[in-house]
């Protein structure tokens, strides 16, 4: 997998992490380097773990379905972005307080908006990628996005949360039927 497609996958991914972040950077009353950095690490250490995770469990099923994997890996990509187009689409836009303080609280959304990369990482193992560049990339990528997203969620509110979901889940579609078509034409 050429790095193009994959800096343009970790953006995808990172999308949720970007639009919690800005959620999050709601509730900071000034901008604070320390808890900025600790949210941004804490997301991008879960962004990126969870598809060498994924990627150990896909690697156990790659024989059992290797006639049938692009379909696979387009199923995943496309209901994982077909999900952030619906929840973007919902239009819940009422502005969640969290509470950036608790390492609790932050690593749940940690989980919660890196399980994407779990199935990513399944797909990684199915098309043959190596795990450890793409793992690097997506958890730079979402620690650049979340430090962001912290950045203009403190300055300028929720405005954006919506369509930034749209365009991440549009791109994991994308890509989805950029690898089955790929295979296809193959």
């Not at 790095?3 to 950077?25: N, Q, R």
């Not at 997301?43 to 990627?55: C, E, I, K, N, R």
């Not at 994991?172 to 790929?182: A, D, N, T, W």
Request: proline share 1%; glycine share 8%; hydrophobic share 60%.
């Amino acid at each position: 997998m050429d790095i193009l497609t994959l800096v343009v996958m970790a953006s995808a991914l990172a999308m949720d992490s970007f639009a919690v972040s800005i959620t999050a950077g709601i509730s900071l009353k000034r901008f604070k380097a320390v808890t900025m950095l600790r949210i941004s690490l804490i997301f991008a250490l879960f962004q990126g773990l969870m598809p060498v995770l994924g990627w150990f469990l896909g690697i156990n099923f790659v024989e059992l379905i290797c006639n049938f994997d692009h379909w696979v890996v387009f199923i995943l990509l496309t209901l994982i972005g077909g999900k952030m187009v619906y929840e973007a689409l919902q239009h819940q836009e009422a502005a969640h307080y969290i509470n950036i303080y608790s390492n609790k609280t932050v690593a749940a959304l940690g989980f919660a908006t890196s399980v994407d990369a779990l199935a990513v990482g399944f797909s990684f193992s199915l098309l043959d990628v190596e795990i450890s560049l793409p793992a690097i990339i997506i958890g730079v990528t979402t620690f650049i996005f979340s430090f962001a997203g912290l950045t203009i969620g403190l300055k300028l509110g929720s405005i954006f949360r919506t369509k930034i979901e749209l365009i991440g889940g549009i791109i994991l579609i994308g890509i989805g039927i950029k690898v089955l078509v790929s295979h296809l034409l193959a």
